[in-house]
């Protein structure tokens, strides 16, 4: 099993940055493509970005591209999630996942992944 647990969210003035970290433990992240989903009141967990295994690769949601940045430590099992210039439309609980990588293909479903944090809010005021 690997437990996950996010941090560094709160709330911030649109236009503000935030970080969020995610650590890992009980297993390696090194072996895992991770992501970033978050879910706002009343609507479906969305996709909001993801890392390859090795850090290679990323993706992001066409409404965070340009001020989101996703990146990974495999040597401190940690996930980032650097998040710039926010607006009032990226208030949610953010969610930390993983899922062993098997497959080259980096899923953006969430479904497809199997470790999940306990999410953490980020509200941001306009």
């Known amino acids: 099993q690997m437990q996950l647990v996010e941090s560094g969210g709160g709330l911030v003035q649109a236009g503000g940055s935030l970080r969020l970290s995610c650590a890992a433990a009980g297993r390696t992240v090194s072996v895992h493509h991770m992501a970033w989903f978050r879910q706002a009141p009343g609507k479906e967990r969305e996709f909001v970005a993801a890392?390859?295994?090795?850090?290679?690769?990323?993706f992001y949601a066409d409404t965070v591209k340009g001020r989101f940045t996703i990146s990974r430590d495999n040597a401190k099992n940690t996930l980032y999630l650097q998040m710039n210039s926010l607006v009032s439309e990226d208030t949610a609980v953010y969610f930390c996942t993983a899922v062993p990588a098997r497959r080259y293909t980096v899923s953006l479903n969430p479904d497809e992944y199997t470790y999940w944090g306990q999410g953490i809010q980020v509200t941001v005021s306009s």
């Open positions: 890392v390859s295994w090795f850090g290679s690769r990323t």
